[in-house]
């Protein structure tokens, strides 16, 4: 059975405040319909895993949400306000309650890792120095850097790094919403572990909403309160994990009972 | 937010011998500066007591920052011998204090040298740096002519679709803006000639002029010039892209000569286009000549061709295509090198693109002095 995120609308919600709602939105290129029509809510304080295939439209929605790419219909409000008919000053302080983590950590190579960091806060906070400093060093430390990457460039970092030094500058101002863009591809288990630890310490620590695109069943598994997934330009399935694993739809049945997934299903009792 | 934010005062109640600070409001990092000045407060309030109670039951919001200063504050009246309890605090705001806990980050050690000292650095550095500069473009150059002869006798690996596909780029592509603006220098130094020559009633020589002046020095330069900044900044920027993106890398672990791939069709591609290229400029300078003479100094094609003729040898137009090819291996040169020189940040690519233009342009203007030196010499 299908079962769209507005069918099971209201119940799912842990808190039952939504951060991001979208409603019938599609996005095309040229003659393609990348999303038909696609709902889905992302509730205050949750941690939503979003799964999907490849060249599914994982990354055109989380860019749809943020902005980046065009719509064609729908809406998609944020905060419970619709972005697009804000006007610019409102708009640009809705975008500062958000965070971004890119797949490719997207940190400006010209600056150091500690500048990356100030960027924000430079830019749209009124801060001295000192504190700027301070709370740069801070967001390294809590993301598990060493206080000497601070001065590092981005060229000069391992992967992991990279990864680390992109949420230290996503979550500068605070951020009340982050969105993650695959946060652990290309670690190590152990050090994808470790990672998803640590969002789940800062989502508890700093109480973020968290929107998670991911490949990873193992985030999925330890972090993800809730997971949607998308297939065919819509979301399939929205629920907590145990939903989707007893989900019916062929693609759902592939990606959780298959060789990799079905490895890891088995461990959780139904 | 902003009022939230408002009512961070926090707010005294003096107790026997200490004081109870209840703080109140928004304690995140959008209240800014003002966040810092509270934070200053609690402190001065706190210095004049022996102990001090911050109340934290009226904070609705608490972030990194506002705990960071919160534990700051903490801090200082803890070195200034003030007993500091933390009361009403939230669960969550709990772990955020401890998460945010305060801790001193060791100061950057950051040498302090004389102005002087430093410009001498600099000038010693910038001297060095051309030097390994130029040793560079040497070893270059040689690593270029060796992969030439092994390309010379193993024509397999002679590339001539990439070649005919960047002279297309390189030469093809060029030749509209080359002929245009050829065509107006052509004009405007037919223009100025016979403006100025009018004077001495020497109208005629103005053709001179145009021929021994286009076909020997102008039509080469611009058209190397417009090259170098045209193609040779494209060059410069593919390669170095390449460069960060890690291509260059895997050409090489795939046992691929960079220079073979890479560097020599780009270079070649200038060397045989340059020449067809100041051949097009030459025709459209002297035809923009012929033009403006016609109209303004009111002499007939047919008269210009015939002076031309007299005025100019095959030597002449030869001075300047002599030129070309050299010129074209310099930019080319310099170009790919820049753009392998490429290191990881954007800043480093815009950094080498436009070091290749301005290096390539400089080089230029400076064959061209030497090529004047040596025809002059061997009176050609």
């Known amino acids: ?270 | 937010m902003a009022a939230g934010a408002a009512q961070a005062l926090p707010d005294v109640s003096p107790l026997e011998g200490g004081a109870r600070l209840a703080l109140a409001g928004d304690w995140t990092l959008a209240a800014s500066r003002r966040l810092e000045q509270k934070a200053q407060e609690i402190v001065d309030f706190g210095r004049r007591s022996t102990f001090v109670t911050i109340d934290l039951s009226g904070v609705s919001r608490l972030d990194t920052a506002g705990a960071w200063l919160i534990n700051r504050s903490r801090r200082l009246l803890a070195g200034a011998n003030v007993a500091v309890v933390i009361e009403h605090a939230r669960p969550e705001h709990d772990i955020l204090l401890e998460e945010a806990a305060y801790r001193e980050f060791p100061p950057r050690a950051r040498g302090r040298i004389s102005i002087v000292a430093e410009l001498l650095s600099d000038i010693g550095r910038a001297v060095v740096s051309s030097a390994r500069e130029f040793y560079r473009g040497v070893a270059f150059l040689g690593e270029f002519v060796s992969v030439m002869a092994f390309v010379a006798t193993h024509p397999k690996h002679f590339r001539g679709t990439s070649l005919v596909a960047h002279m297309e780029l390189v030469g093809l592509r060029s030749a509209p803006i080359i002929i245009l603006i050829n065509l107006l220098v052509g004009s405007i130094v037919a223009q100025q000639g016979i403006f100025q020559l009018m004077r001495f009633g020497a109208t005629s020589y103005t053709v001179s002029l145009i021929g021994i002046l286009v076909l020997r020095e102008l039509g080469v330069l611009l058209t190397a010039i417009m090259i170098a900044g045209r193609s040779g900044s494209a060059i410069t920027a593919e390669i170095g892209s390449m460069k960060m993106r890690e291509e260059v890398d895997a050409l090489r672990v795939m046992g691929l000569s960079v220079i073979e791939v890479l560097v020599a069709p780009r270079v070649l591609a200038l060397v045989a286009s340059l020449p067809i290229l100041t051949f097009i400029a030459d025709i459209a300078a002297l035809f923009g000549g012929m033009l403006v003479s016609w109209g303004y100094g009111g002499i007939s094609p047919v008269a210009f061709t015939s002076l031309l003729r007299d005025a100019i040898g095959l030597n002449t137009f030869m001075v300047g295509i002599i030129k070309a090819p050299f010129m074209a291996l310099v930019i080319g040169l310099i170009a790919t090198m820049d753009g392998l020189a490429t290191l990881g940040s954007a800043e480093s690519l815009g950094r080498q693109v436009t070091s290749s233009v301005v290096k390539s342009i400089f080089m230029v203007i400076v064959l061209d002095g030497l090529f004047a030196v040596f025809f002059a010499s061997i009176h050609y």
């Not at chain 1, 590092?152 to 391992?158: D, T």
């Not at chain 1, 399935?237 to 592939?254: F, I």
């Open chain 1, 1 to 270: 059975m299908t079962f769209s995120e507005r069918d099971g609308s209201g119940a799912i919600g842990p808190h039952g405040d939504v951060t991001i709602s979208v409603r019938d939105l599609v996005v095309g290129f040229g003659d393609k319909l990348v999303m038909k029509g696609l709902d889905l809510d992302v509730y205050r304080g949750e941690v939503l895993g979003f799964v999907g295939g490849s060249g599914q439209g994982k990354s055109v929605l989380t860019r749809a949400i943020l902005g980046l790419v065009p719509t064609r219909g729908g809406s998609i409000r944020i905060f419970g306000k619709n972005r697009d008919s804000l006007p610019p000053a409102e708009r640009r302080a809705l975008e500062q309650r958000w965070g971004v983590l890119f797949q490719n950590g997207a940190l400006f190579s010209g600056l150091t890792v500690k500048q990356n960091i100030q960027m924000p806060m430079r830019e749209t906070r009124d801060l001295s120095p000192r504190l700027m400093d301070e709370l740069a060093m801070l967001k390294i430390e809590l993301v598990g850097l060493k206080p000497d990457a601070a001065d590092k460039f981005p060229s000069e970092l391992s992967g992991g790094m990279v990864k680390r030094a992109a949420l230290a500058r996503a979550l500068a101002l605070d951020p009340e919403l982050v969105f993650l863009d695959e946060p652990t591809s290309g670690l190590d288990p152990i050090g994808a572990a470790e990672f998803d630890e640590l969002i789940a310490t800062l989502q508890k620590t700093l109480g973020l909403t968290v929107f998670m695109v991911t490949h990873d069943l193992d985030s999925l598994y330890s972090i993800c309160d809730r997971v949607a997934a998308l297939a065919e330009g819509k979301v399939i399935a929205a629920g907590p994990l145990e939903t989707l694993l007893q989900s019916d739809h062929p693609w759902l049945k592939a990606y959780f009972h298959g060789v990799r997934g079905g490895r890891l299903a088995a461990t959780i009792p139904d």
